[in-house]
């Protein structure tokens, strides 16, 4: 039974609508019924996905009766969508291949662009490594359109698999699927993953590597911030139940061990695998080709060399996770040069901050820009110098439900180069000249400034009894994210209980973060340090949270995850009269 709404003091906690159940906060915040959300369709229809299949079958069968090769080319992206999806492509191709003896008949290369030296997507000069054959673009290609009418022009046959907005004009592709690009397919929330592995499932029979790569297709899918409803919900489920059986290619095995990770929950893929498959592509210029590898790396267990090919398996794995902490350390410095950069620059009152860092990395400038969109409540564009020297390149990430692409890209579409991206993200290229003329531009665009809501919002206020029956509910519902955001519960007089004499404690390497040893569960406040000893370290608080359990050693540790706190009210009072009994004490 949960709580009636009353007035808080001290902060404004208000509750978001009138949902009294988590099924109903579910159903609003997905816009589907229960029915609906718990039962979706595992395979709707995606348009022209048979014929792509087809198409790639009667071109391989059509090389083999010529008695010729086939030179097979994925062309994927840097991201991790981008190398999930070229992994389950090539594993998927190489099985086909082998089971229908065709092997000798085709040559299969994966070929990622390398983000500094080319940027994004298929180009002419990818186009120019192929004399003929046949390239598959997977979470790209809609809007290559002069490198692929290039490719036609060379007698170059090219299927797309793609999951982005197109612009007017349709590349002369042989095949097309991407769901944004007609009104037949039933599901329109892949991601190039997503769509990768439903070819993949058209291809080949084999169920054990199948199984393999719909892990891949989870990853990519929480990883990509694409919506976890229909489909995909049900992808990233049967993904998390593979993975958690141990289920996976040998490379992903191997990164999950040497991460030490335990039960796995979407949140490790978005949060923690997910981000350790970025920091290549983001770091180093042609890095996102040893992430491919190693997730689609996959040993014999009977090969004479099978203790050799581990060990290296292991040591990628190590790289690819050290990369990811350099990652994190270049990303600080550059936030931390953000408001600097904002007062330098003069955009404080901008609706949309175009922000110009000639020391950012270009791999880093899309989570910089996501950052300080969160920060700032506001689309965020980060400039950097492109390494060539001759022009910027940016990364943008929007806030709310501005359409970064629609409303603050198309309108100013002269002044770039190129430009690609979709409602939440968006990249672009633009001559160092342009850049005030753009940043003018959109400060003309009739875009709303969001102001921070003064009230404080949750779904559901809860007893301190109620808390362990959510964990069995929340399981039920996840995997929560993009599309079906964890709901958020309110506490009141929530009591600290002292653990070896103390209430509280602080962590994090800075010391910033605490964690507050509160009951059934501790709850941890990331940055939070600080606001909680500034009000005196009370010792009964109100708390708007989310629950979240850690696995370690085999064992579960349930947490409640603050997102705001005070003192309660009667902890406020008795707070008041210990200082005025302690003034009056100093003052005798």
């Keep these: 039974t949960l709580c009636p709404e009353r007035k808080i003091s001290m902060k404004e906690y208000t509750k978001r609508d009138s949902c009294m159940t988590m099924e109903e906060v579910i159903e609003r915040n997905t816009g589907m019924s229960l029915k609906a959300f718990l039962t979706p369709q595992p395979n709707p229809y995606i348009h022209n996905m048979d014929r792509a299949v087809e198409f790639f079958k009667k071109k391989v069968n059509d090389a083999a009766e010529e008695k010729e090769i086939l030179q097979i080319k994925i062309v994927g992206d840097y991201d991790a969508d981008g190398m999930n999806a070229s992994a389950i492509l090539y594993d998927a191709i190489i099985s086909y291949l082998k089971a229908n003896s065709l092997a000798e008949y085709a040559e299969v290369s994966v070929r990622l662009p390398r983000r500094y030296s080319e940027g994004y997507g298929l180009s002419k000069k990818i186009i120019d490594e192929s004399e003929s054959g046949l390239i598959i673009t997977v ?69 054990d590597l199948l199984d393999k790569l719909l892990v891949l297709a989870g990853i990519a899918t929480v990883a990509d911030v694409v919506p976890l409803i229909g489909a995909n919900r049900y992808l990233v489920r049967q993904s998390l139940k593979l993975i958690n059986r141990g289920i996976a290619t040998s490379g992903v095995l191997a990164l999950v061990r040497k991460m030490r990770l335990e039960k796995i929950t979407a949140e490790d893929y978005g949060y923690k695998i997910g981000p350790v498959c970025n920091a290549s592509g983001r770091l180093l210029d042609d890095g996102a080709m040893d992430i491919f590898h190693l997730l689609s790396q996959e040993l014999d ?10 060990l290296k398996l292991h040591a990628l794995a190590d790289t690819v996770i050290e990369r990811n902490v350099d990652r994190r350390r270049i990303t600080e410095e550059a936030l931390e040069r953000s408001d600097a950069l904002i007062s330098q620059q003069c955009l404080a009152d901008d609706a949309v901050y175009i922000i110009y860092d000639t020391q950012v990395s270009e791999g880093v400038m899309g989570i910089v820009a996501g950052k300080l969109a969160e920060k700032y409540m506001r689309p965020v564009i980060v400039f950097a110098h492109a390494q060539d020297g001759e022009k910027l390149k940016g990364s943008g990430r929007t806030y709310g439900n501005i359409h970064l692409k629609n409303q603050v890209l198309d309108p100013c579409k002269e002044y770039f180069f190129a430009y690609g991206g979709h409602a939440g993200a968006a990249g672009m290229t633009i001559p160092e000249k342009n850049l005030m003329l753009f940043r003018n531009k959109v400060r003309k665009l009739d875009i709303p400034v969001l102001y921070r809501e003064k009230r404080i919002l949750y779904d559901l206020e809860v007893t301190k009894e109620e808390i362990p029956e ?42 910033k973060s605490i964690k507050l040893f509160t009951m059934p569960y501790p709850s941890s406040g990331y940055q939070m340090a600080a606001e909680y000893l500034l009000m005196d370290a009370p010792k009964k608080i109100d708390m708007t949270f989310e629950v979240y359990t850690i696995y370690s050693h085999g064992k579960e540790h349930r947490r409640l995850r603050m997102l705001d706190f005070c003192a309660s009210k009667n902890a406020e009072t008795e707070t008041s009269f210990k200082k005025e009994l302690s003034a009056m004490l100093n003052f005798m």
């Design 470 to 511: 959510l964990y069995e509910k929340m399981e039920f519902f996840a995997p929560f994210g993009e599309g079906n955001p964890e709901p958020v519960f309110f506490i009141r007089n929530l009591e600290l209980s002292p653990v070896r004499g103390k209430f509280y404690e602080q962590n994090g390497s800075d010391g």
């Design 301 to 310: 267990v009977f090969a004479l060399d099978y203790d050799e090919q581990l």
């Design 139 to 207: 979470d790209n290609g809609i809007a290559a359109i002069d490198a692929i009418k290039k490719a036609k022009d060379k007698g170059i046959d090219v299927i797309i698999l793609d999951h982005h907005l197109s612009g007017e004009e349709l590349p002369c592709a042989d095949i097309i699927v991407d769901p944004h690009c007609e009104g037949m397919s039933t599901f329109k929330h892949y991601c190039g993953a997503g769509l990768a592995y439903r070819f993949a499932e058209m291809l080949i029979t084999n169920k």
